[in-house]
């Protein structure tokens, strides 16, 4: 039996058809492309971290409730008895779930561009995934059309990431409540970025029984922790916890994330910094002649370049020792993109070096 013949007698196809997600090698490089948090722990932070960790007993199996962090959770973003949280290894399990608990013919729906994983897992599912075009231009929802595909096709599970990804823009709250209103399925959601947006829909979850709020730890500083959490009606979240794995949340990352949100703090002044330096990098690059950069209420920056020259200048920003995310591959809204995650002020500086290079090095072959 050949390997061709093992593979698709064993997998299905839609699993056949898919790309792996790639992480680019960020080796020797400034780490510009992945939505992360550039500050480190003071030692003295670090020092109190590693003292709460010295008596965990790793031979034993983690709280598979993660009952301490879950209350930690709740008091931080001061829920009432009547809603439950969920944790996931990250949010990407939570969305995993989420699509794992649906019928095989469900519909799930998404505004495109928006984060990846929505449509990867829904295609590894075999759901029948269906991504709304936003506004050119301006990257809003198109309201009429996100609509009319609801009615339409009658979603089980509605994503919408406020502020969104890749784009960075808070969709309208008006919006998005008409959506809620008019779903009759679940509508998720993903406020990954929220920590630099100011804005969130939790205060709306009493008034919507299928509205869930989801966070993740990974762009506040932490994302090698790998912890999300979904918060909504106790009834949806008791079914979510049915397929979850038991002890998918290990001891590891109980301790941290809960000494973390101990010193909220630190992380609320890390982000007020991220939150400024945005501000100039995005002045400095509408300032460049060819560059158009959209506003962002997220920890990155999506910029366009000039037509077709997208990639070349990504290749030339790395050459240069810079990596951000190439998103012009994904053609449609997203062709001649380029996204930048807002790094320390020096990266921020060394990237904006190297942009104005690959500029000036495009003029010149002009």
């Given at each position: 039996m050949t390997q061709s013949v093992i593979l698709t007698s064993v997998f299905r196809e839609e699993v056949l058809a898919m790309a792996a997600y790639k992480v680019a090698d960020a080796q020797g490089l400034i780490k510009l492309d992945a939505m992360e948090n550039p500050y480190n722990w003071p030692e003295d932070i670090k020092k109190d971290w590693l003292e709460t960790l010295k008596d965990c007993q790793l031979n034993r199996y983690p709280d598979a409730d993660a009952r301490q962090l879950t209350q930690t959770i709740r008091r931080l973003n001061q829920l009432s008895g009547q809603f439950d949280v969920l944790l996931g290894n990250g949010s990407d399990e939570i969305i995993q779930l989420l699509l794992m608990a649906l019928p095989a013919t469900a519909s799930v729906l998404a505004p495109a561009p928006g984060f990846v994983m929505y449509k990867q897992l829904s295609d590894c599912l075999g759901l029948n995934y269906l991504g709304i075009p936003l506004l050119a231009g301006t990257f809003d929802l198109d309201l009429p059309a996100m609509l009319a595909a609801i009615e339409r096709h009658q979603p089980s599970v509605i994503f919408l990431a406020y502020p969104n990804n890749p784009t960075g823009n808070l969709f309208s709250e008006a919006s998005i409540q008409d959506i809620i209103k008019t779903a009759k399925g679940l509508v998720v959601i993903d406020e990954a970025y929220a920590p630099f947006a100011g804005a969130s829909f939790i205060n709306f979850l009493a008034q919507y029984d299928n509205l869930l709020v989801m966070r993740t730890v990974s762009k506040l500083g932490l994302a090698g922790l790998r912890l999300g959490y979904i918060i909504g009606n106790p009834a949806i979240i008791e079914q979510l916890n049915k397929i979850r794995l038991p002890y998918?949340?290990?001891?590891?990352?109980?301790?941290?994330?809960?000494?973390?949100?101990?010193?909220?703090?630190?992380?609320?002044?890390?982000?007020?910094?991220?939150?400024?330096?945005?501000?100039?990098?995005?002045?400095?690059?509408?300032?460049?002649?060819?560059?158009?950069?959209?506003?962002?209420?997220?920890?990155?920056?999506?910029?366009?370049?000039?037509?077709?020259?997208?990639?070349?200048?990504?290749?030339?920003?790395?050459?240069?020792?810079?990596?951000?995310?190439?998103?012009?591959?994904?053609?449609?809204?997203?062709?001649?993109?380029?996204?930048?995650?807002?790094?320390?002020?020096?990266?921020?500086?060394?990237?904006?070096?190297?942009?104005?290079?690959?500029?000036?090095?495009?003029n010149s072959m002009q």
């Open positions: 998918n949340i290990n001891s590891l990352t109980q301790i941290s994330a809960d000494f973390a949100f101990s010193n909220k703090t630190l992380f609320d002044q890390q982000t007020q910094k991220i939150c400024a330096d945005r501000a100039t990098v995005f002045q400095q690059l509408n300032e460049l002649e060819g560059i158009t950069a959209y506003p962002s209420a997220a920890n990155f920056i999506l910029f366009r370049t000039p037509e077709n020259k997208a990639t070349g200048i990504f290749l030339s920003i790395k050459k240069q020792g810079v990596l951000i995310k190439n998103l012009s591959g994904q053609g449609g809204l997203l062709s001649d993109c380029l996204r930048v995650t807002i790094g320390k002020p020096e990266e921020n500086q060394a990237f904006l070096t190297a942009l104005r290079t690959s500029l000036a090095q495009l």
